[in-house]
């Protein structure tokens, strides 16, 4: 599979208080590992664009997209909320993140790639349509799903969502869009104690206990995801691709390891070779402990290449 990796310099830049878990070496972890795996140089690289604010304003009210591409100080941090904070090149590297979706997505439907994966961040799913938080300024999925609906014309996508927190973010964007089915797989009780009950068959929130094994998480996609899924029958998936419910992660308390993120990313390769043409688009979200990340994300990546 001819597989896309769409980064940008800028996503470096981005940094918030001294010791903050969302941090630049999230990538430099991601690379190494695929370097060191000898996958990196099998890859598509692109450079990620910077989002217009016609592609933000699809998902997000005007207020927020101002207040973020304003948002930036001339020096040192700006806080969104306790978590979240902005430094002089958040807004370019934020335009960047949710850019890179979008450029995945035109790639992938103009069958330039079979699919990308998008090495970025700030990551996106806690951005809701009027609010920043959760480290999360644009919603880079959502914005990306939304050009393939407005720009590609496409009726049915879905976004797969296995972070360990609920993505409160992309529920709150497309809650009442029957063209959007959200799946999401989270951690329950825990931040952002979000999760709407099922809607329709479009909103398909799995709450996982801690201490979920990967056996468990297994059952738990499979017998609530799929079937759902199938009866949707999306013409292209996006993932939001959090690793942070790695057993290694001390940021919360599920059990899954590398050979669990390998199986999702197969399961849902099945899914769009038999309804969407093959069509994926993944993107970075949570991950803090940088070892399991690299291992987590080179599996990932590895799977959408078919190596």
């Known amino acids: 599979?001819?597989?896309?990796?769409?980064?940008?310099?800028?996503?470096?830049?981005?940094?918030?208080?001294?010791?903050?878990?969302?941090?630049?070496?999230?990538?430099?972890?991601?690379?190494?590992?695929?370097?060191?795996?000898?996958?990196?140089?099998?890859?598509?690289?692109?450079?990620?664009?910077?989002?217009?604010?016609?592609?933000?304003?699809?998902?997000?009210?005007?207020?927020?997209?101002?207040?973020?591409?304003?948002?930036?100080?001339?020096?040192?941090?700006?806080?969104?909320d306790p978590d979240t904070y902005m430094n002089p090149h958040t807004t370019h590297a934020a335009r960047r993140a949710a850019g890179a979706v979008v450029l995945g997505t035109n790639l992938v439907i103009d069958k330039k790639v079979d699919n990308a994966f998008c090495c970025?961040?700030?990551?996106?799913?806690?951005?809701?349509?009027?609010?920043?938080?959760?480290?999360?300024?644009?919603?880079?999925?959502?914005?990306?799903?939304?050009?393939?609906?407005?720009?590609?014309?496409?009726?049915?996508?879905?976004?797969?969502?296995f972070d360990v927190h609920h993505g409160n973010g992309t529920e709150d964007i497309f809650e009442?869009?029957?063209?959007?089915?959200?799946?999401?797989?989270?951690?329950?009780?825990?931040?952002?104690?979000?999760?709407?009950?099922?809607?329709?068959?479009?909103?398909?929130?799995?709450?996982?206990?801690?201490?979920t094994t990967g056996e468990e998480f297994r059952r738990a996609i499979t017998e609530k995801w799929f079937p759902q899924l199938h009866a949707f029958r999306p013409q292209m998936i996006f993932i939001s691709a959090g690793f942070d419910a790695h057993a290694e992660d001390d940021m919360a308390d599920l059990r899954l390891l590398e050979d669990d993120y390998t199986w999702i990313t197969r399961e849902i390769m099945a899914l769009a070779e038999q309804y969407a043409e093959n069509r994926i688009v993944s993107t970075l979200e949570g991950g803090y402990n940088l070892h399991a990340l690299g291992r987590s994300v080179a599996a990932h990546i590895k799977t959408l290449m078919r190596l």
């Open 1 to 80: 599979m001819r597989t896309a990796y769409i980064s940008h310099p800028d996503c470096l830049r981005h940094e918030m208080i001294q010791g903050h878990p969302e941090c630049p070496k999230r990538i430099g972890a991601i690379e190494d590992r695929l370097l060191a795996a000898g996958i990196l140089d099998f890859l598509q690289y692109y450079n990620a664009p910077a989002a217009s604010i016609w592609q933000l304003r699809r998902v997000h009210r005007r207020r927020h997209v101002w207040k973020i591409l304003s948002g930036s100080p001339k020096e040192g941090l700006t806080h969104i």
């Open 120 to 161: 970025v961040r700030p990551p996106g799913h806690h951005a809701e349509r009027s609010e920043a938080m959760g480290f999360c300024f644009f919603n880079n999925i959502a914005v990306g799903a939304a050009h393939a609906i407005a720009r590609h014309h496409l009726k049915r996508v879905a976004i797969l969502d």
């Open 176 to 211: 009442n869009d029957q063209r959007v089915m959200v799946c999401s797989a989270y951690q329950h009780p825990f931040y952002p104690y979000s999760g709407r009950p099922t809607v329709d068959g479009r909103l398909i929130n799995v709450e996982l206990p801690s201490g």
